[in-house]
């Protein structure tokens, strides 16, 4: 998880609205994610290239961080990963609901807008 972090931090730092990072914010993420979480992770020769944390509360699965090696940024292994967590949530009865944006845009779904961050199913 503190691979994920460090790819997604590094990314971040040009954002305007980026996250500030400490010690305890990663720590809180890391609590979250062993509580409720769930996370892909791209690997190469076992080194870490990129990944996804997502945090699931009941049947709603909000993905939080995508995060890669900018040297992999050609192959997208970040959102690689979180394309495969909405395949394996959409295979899931009690799973209804995923937000791709971490829950911060109003809920769009699927049917309403060709642009939606979040699908009903």
Same mark, same amino acid.
């Given at each position: 998880?503190?691979?994920?972090? *460090?790819? @997604?931090?590094?990314?971040?730092?040009?954002?305007?609205? *980026?996250? @500030?990072w400490d010690a305890c914010e990663e720590l809180r993420v890391i609590q979250m994610v062993a509580r409720c979480g769930l996370a892909g992770i791209a690997t190469i020769d076992g080194r870490c290239y990129g990944g996804s944390i997502s945090y699931r509360n009941g049947d709603v699965v909000s993905a939080r961080f995508l995060a890669q090696d900018p040297a992999y940024d050609l192959y997208r292994p970040g959102f690689l990963c979180a394309y495969l967590m909405c395949a394996s949530c959409a295979d899931h009865d009690d799973i209804r609901h995923l937000t791709l944006d971490g829950g911060k845009r109003p809920i769009k779904h699927a049917s309403e807008d060709s642009h939606a961050h979040s699908a009903t199913w």
């Open positions: 998880m503190r691979t994920i972090l *460090a790819l @997604h931090r590094e990314r971040s730092q040009g954002w305007r609205n *980026a996250m @500030h």
